[in-house]
């Protein structure tokens, strides 16, 4: 349903998750996003295993080498859910799920980043029970969909975790790579954002290729060995 829609197209796939598969866990990729190198699922089950209390785990509590910035994301959500929507009948869909968040000691615009994220099927059913995984197409709201799954995730009862830089495999910027792809070739990362774009995915700075071409060469490499 286009970028827009992104929120009610990640409901629909998993509806989908729950309705025809019975895995406990999802892995959820942007388009530029990519997997680098392999036992990221099974790293993935071991932290559910080993974090019950969790439901969505990824880049929460640090950037892979800064503190994280939940501002822009905070001032939405006040602006979406204020009293003049109220009285106006545009509350945002997602309010009753924010009270409960807050109650349980969310905290507004905190979120795990959705460039890649792990959400377990537990998570995932109570969002349905409490119609989360059903938003109105005219839901009021043009929160991403990172934030507006960390909110159903509290409100669900469950947890957010980190499992990403600089322990974890995940490691992710907004826009561009963190570090050459060569680096991140040669460190722990497993999956990488972004990819297509921005700073260190360009020839000059991958050996005269781009990062997605020297990951696509990496892959080939490791077929033939």
Request: proline share 5%; with cysteine; aromatic share 10%.
């Amino acid at each position: 349903m286009r970028i827009e829609r992104l929120v009610h197209t990640l409901c629909v796939a998993f509806r989908h998750v729950l309705d025809n598969t019975t895995c406990e866990l999802v892995l959820r990729l942007d388009q530029d996003a990519l997997l680098i190198k392999p036992g990221v699922l099974s790293e993935g089950l071991d932290y559910m295993a080993a974090h019950r209390n969790v439901g969505l785990f990824g880049v929460y509590e640090v950037d892979y080498n800064r503190p994280r910035n939940w501002e822009v994301h905070r001032r939405r959500i006040t602006q979406e859910t204020g009293w003049l929507r109220r009285i106006s009948g545009r509350s945002a869909f997602y309010l009753p799920f924010l009270r409960e968040a807050e109650r349980r000691g969310y905290t507004r615009g905190d979120n795990v980043f959705g460039g890649a994220y792990w959400i377990t099927r537990a998570c995932l059913e109570e969002m349905r029970k409490m119609t989360a995984l059903d938003p109105p197409y005219e839901w009021h709201s043009a929160l991403m969909e990172d934030v507006y799954f960390s909110i159903a995730t509290v409100a669900a009862g469950f947890e957010m975790g980190h499992f990403a830089f600089p322990t974890g495999p995940l490691c992710l910027e907004q826009g561009g790579l963190p570090y050459p792809a060569a680096q991140l070739a040669a460190s722990h990362a497993k999956v990488v954002h972004s990819v297509d774009k921005g700073p260190n995915t360009d020839p000059a700075s991958n050996e005269g290729i781009t990062a997605r071409q020297f990951f696509r060469r990496l892959r080939q490499s490791q077929r033939t060995e």
